[in-house]
């Protein structure tokens, strides 16, 4: 029997009802770094939407691993504990809740979108010294140099500090209920600030070859997975391309060789994304389905489980990227936030079973 995108999906011994995932977003709206009622509402109302995966956006494992000061944390217990009755919550709905583990690196210290987007310098008081592969700053269209984010170069010591916040994070994440981890390699964050040479201009074995750029990531990986259960998944968030054709860059080619690197050390999905290293980027355009190729490529090249994202709007769409084979998990950002519940909307249309919610069930629509 051919999977549709209403067919189960099993990694290790976790089980998805189905092969819709939240995409992470991120939402600018924790209090310093803890999670609220905002959080509650979002994840929650895609769960009882009907998602399979409900993923957390960007939550950072340290303070200067954020992008805005807006943005959600996991760097203590206490933040833990405030997140911990919504991944309930989205348990209790049916749904599986994942995190997405990350490090903004250089491209951290600004001020969230809705306020501008702007580089805050490091001795404001809202702002902090960021980290990366480089001691180049994130180059921000319009900003004058004095108003980057000052960057520090990470050495030896600073990378080891960097791996063993993922595992710490990693640790808390599972203690309060969360039964998938996303290492977050995407977008020009922390770790591919590390894997593409457009920003990792290192010469230690950190930087320089292949086997020596993707070092970082995979020491991520194979940390995340020494510290979360044997039964429950790790994702790895990447951008499959720099977009950045004129650059010595990565390229997908370097994705489907990288894929099975970051099975070796413990990734059990690729979740395949695009771009953020640089802001001349050159999109090839944004209409349906335009980063799935890219997923595809990986899955064929590597037999990894990939989640595929990228303007995907239409149930009959993504249900045909399962049934062709194209990925085993879709993955909906902004048509979510259009459509809380887009999921049962999308059985409904494609006459698929759905885990509807208990109250509906019961006819309870009071």
């Given amino acids: 029997m051919t999977d549709s995108l209403f067919t189960p999906f099993t990694l290790r011994d976790t089980e998805f009802r189905n092969r819709v995932m939240l995409s992470p977003m991120c939402q600018y709206s924790a209090d310093d770094g803890f999670a609220n009622d905002w959080h509650r509402v979002h994840l929650g109302s895609r769960a009882a939407g009907g998602a399979g995966v409900v993923m957390t956006e960007a939550t950072a494992v340290e303070p200067r691993g954020r992008i805005t000061p807006n ?34 690196g250089r ?4 001020s969230p979108p809705a306020e501008g987007g702007d580089p805050i310098p490091a001795d404001r008081e809202e702002g902090w010294e960021t980290v ?7 180059p921000d269209p319009g900003a004058a140099d004095g108003e980057l984010a000052a960057t520090s170069r990470l050495d030896g ?4 500090e960097v791996v063993d916040a993922f595992a710490a994070a990693a640790e808390r994440s599972r203690d309060v209920g969360f039964e998938v981890a996303e290492i977050h390699a995407a977008h020009g964050y922390l770790l591919h600030q590390f894997l593409s040479p457009v920003t990792n201009d290192r010469d230690d074995e950190y930087g320089g070859s292949f086997e020596d750029r993707t070092r970082l990531v995979r020491e991520v990986v194979a940390a995340v997975r020494d510290v979360w259960p044997d039964d429950k998944p790790v994702f790895v968030r990447i951008s499959a391309t720099d977009w950045l054709p004129e650059h010595d860059s990565w390229d997908a080619d370097d994705s489907v060789r990288l894929a099975p690197l970051l099975a070796e050390a413990g990734a059990d999905l690729i979740d395949v994304s695009g771009g953020g290293i640089h802001p001349d980027q050159q999109l090839p355009g944004t209409g349906p389905g335009y980063q799935v190729p890219y997923a ?10 990939v989640a595929a994202v990228g303007g995907i709007t239409e149930p009959t769409h993504a249900d045909a990227l399962v049934r062709n084979g194209r990925a085993d998990l879709v993955a909906l950002g902004r048509e979510m936030l259009r459509h809380p519940y887009w999921p049962l909307e999308a059985a409904h249309e494609l006459g698929a079973d759905a885990d509807w919610p208990v109250q509906y069930r019961r006819g309870r629509f009071d």
Avoid: M, N
Wanted: with cysteine; charged share 25%.
């Fill in 71 to 104: 943005c959600l944390g996991i760097w203590s217990d206490e933040h833990a504990e405030a997140i911990e009755p919504i991944v309930d919550f989205v348990k209790s709905q049916g749904a599986t809740p994942g995190i997405q583990l990350a490090h903004a």
């Fill in 296 to 305: 595809e490529a990986i899955r064929e090249g590597t037999d990894v489980p």
């Fill in 157 to 160: 010591e600073g990378i080891d």
């Fill in 107 to 110: 491209k951290g210290s600004h």
């Fill in 132 to 138: 990366s592969a480089t001691d180049a700053p994130y």
